[in-house]
């Protein structure tokens, strides 16, 4: 081999990513290189190069599709304060809901006394049911006799 030969494979070796020589292993007859045993870790293919004039032209796509998602991003907000520029309040919506508040309000107060009232009701069945139950333990009086009161007692809360 020549001097000038020898420089260039040197060369060679040097300008590749990986060294030739670690990755072909010589059988034990010396004729037929041997691949590698697989290692999961080792990535079998090495990284491809990318020549300047390529990233430039995927670097100007992707920029290109930044600037058209910022216009329509522009669009869409703009399109949005229009509509919120006209959805200006007058004084004719503000009663509407003036009015819708005070109706809601009245409602509301009847709800509350027919609560009361309710409740009022409850407490006086509670209260005849006890004094009931105090004179049935003071006369004990027979079953017919308590039937009737009984009778009188509703007819009374009916009444009401």
């Not at 990986?18 to 079998?44: A, W």
């Not at 399109?79 to 200006?88: F, M, R, T, Y």
């Not at 009022?120 to 004094?131: C, K, P, R, S, Y």
């Amino acid at each position: 081999m020549s001097g000038a030969r020898a420089l260039a494979s040197a060369r060679r070796r040097r300008a590749s990513p990986g060294n030739d020589n670690e990755n072909k292993v010589v059988s034990s007859n010396g004729n037929l290189p041997v691949p590698p045993p697989y290692n999961p870790s080792i990535d079998p293919s090495p990284p491809k190069k990318i020549n300047p004039g390529a990233m430039l032209l995927s670097h100007d796509q992707v920029l290109n599709n930044l600037q058209e998602i910022v216009s329509n991003l522009n669009g869409a907000v703009e399109e949005q304060s229009d509509k919120i520029d006209n959805l200006k309040v007058d004084d004719s919506s503000v009663e509407f809901y003036k009015e819708k508040l005070t109706t809601i309000e009245k409602q509301m107060k009847e709800i509350k006394q027919h609560v009361l009232k309710v409740q009022t009701f409850a407490m006086e069945t509670n209260l005849q049911f006890i004094e009931m139950k105090k004179l049935l333990k003071q006369k004990s009086i027979s079953n017919e006799e308590q039937l009737k009161k009984s009778n009188e007692i509703s007819e009374l809360l009916i009444s009401e």
